[in-house]
């Protein structure tokens, strides 16, 4: 008599195989998220460093879609908005550049570039009381945070107390004009031109 084959069901699958299952692809989840959260910025980073490269060659239109790409990433990239606002101050437009430049310094109140470019952006419009807050924000970070660690950077802090001298100066403030020149002194006492202007105003004042 040949053996019988015994076959036996399949075992269903238990409560608890699948919690495992679940916690399983909870972990897998959350693996995924973390990575793309690390990855985010050094994306970002490349693709502005490909809109400033863009910019450079006055290549305006890839340089926009280089900004968006990182602003689609990342919509309160402070950097991505301000190299924005430049692409549109080249073109003329400097109703965007407005708008994008605010939202780069409301997004970072620590980025010097985006305040002193913006505050510069109003004095070139004429409108110098408008441009005090923005100066004043950078003049607020010091000099080593405005050169945001990068010995070859342009001075921001430097030009910003200089902006900012020239705005109190037009805007009626003297007093405010002085102590802003005597900042200049204290900080770039080889910047000869702090101590003219100084003078001129005192005498101004006297007379």
Same mark, same amino acid.
């Given at each position: 008599?040949?053996?019988?084959?015994? =076959?036996?069901?399949?075992?269903?699958?238990?409560?608890? *195989?699948?919690?495992?299952?679940?916690?399983? @692809?909870?972990?897998?989840? =959350?693996?995924?998220?973390? %990575?793309?959260? %690390?990855?985010?910025?050094?994306?970002?980073?490349? =693709?502005?460093?490909?809109?400033?490269?863009?910019?450079?060659? @006055?290549?305006?239109?890839?340089?926009?879609? !280089?900004?968006?790409?990182?602003?689609?990433? *990342?919509?309160?990239?402070?950097?991505?908005?301000?190299?924005?606002?430049?692409?549109?101050?080249?073109?003329?437009?400097?109703?965007?550049?407005? *708008? %994008?430049? !605010?939202?780069?310094?409301?997004?970072?109140?620590?980025?010097?570039?985006?305040?002193?470019?913006?505050?510069?952006?109003?004095?070139?419009?004429?409108?110098?009381?408008?441009?005090?807050?923005?100066?004043?924000?950078?003049?607020?970070?010091?000099?080593?945070?405005?050169?945001?660690?990068?010995?070859?950077?342009?001075?921001?802090?430097?030009?910003?107390? *200089?902006?900012?001298?020239?705005?109190?100066?037009? %805007?009626?403030?003297?007093?405010?004009?002085?102590?802003?020149?005597?900042?200049?002194?204290?900080?770039?006492?080889?910047? @000869?031109?702090?101590?003219?202007?100084?003078?001129?105003?005192?005498?101004?004042?006297?007379?």
């Amino acid at each position: 008599m040949e053996d019988c084959q015994i =076959i036996r069901p399949k075992r269903r699958a238990s409560k608890r *195989d699948y919690r495992e299952l679940a916690t399983k @692809s909870s972990w897998s989840v =959350i693996f995924v998220i973390l %990575a793309l959260v %690390a990855v985010r910025p050094l994306m970002v980073n490349h =693709i502005l460093d490909r809109a400033e490269a863009y910019t450079a060659f @006055s290549l305006n239109e890839e340089a926009k879609r !280089q900004c968006n790409k990182a602003l689609l990433l *990342d919509s309160e990239c402070s950097r991505a908005w301000c190299q924005l606002a430049r692409v549109y101050k080249t073109e003329g437009n400097r109703e965007m550049a407005y *708008d %994008a430049y !605010q939202r780069a310094t409301a997004t970072d109140l620590t980025n010097g570039p985006a305040h002193f470019e913006l505050g510069l952006l109003y004095v070139q419009d004429g409108q110098h009381q408008q441009a005090i807050p923005y100066f004043e924000r950078v003049r607020s970070l010091g000099p080593g945070k405005a050169r945001q660690n990068r010995p070859n950077a342009f001075a921001h802090h430097k030009a910003a107390l *200089d902006m900012l001298a020239l705005c109190y100066e037009k %805007a009626g403030h003297t007093q405010k004009a002085e102590f802003t020149l005597e900042e200049i002194r204290v900080f770039y006492p080889t910047y @000869s031109g702090a101590e003219a202007r100084l003078a001129k105003l005192k005498a101004q004042r006297q007379n």
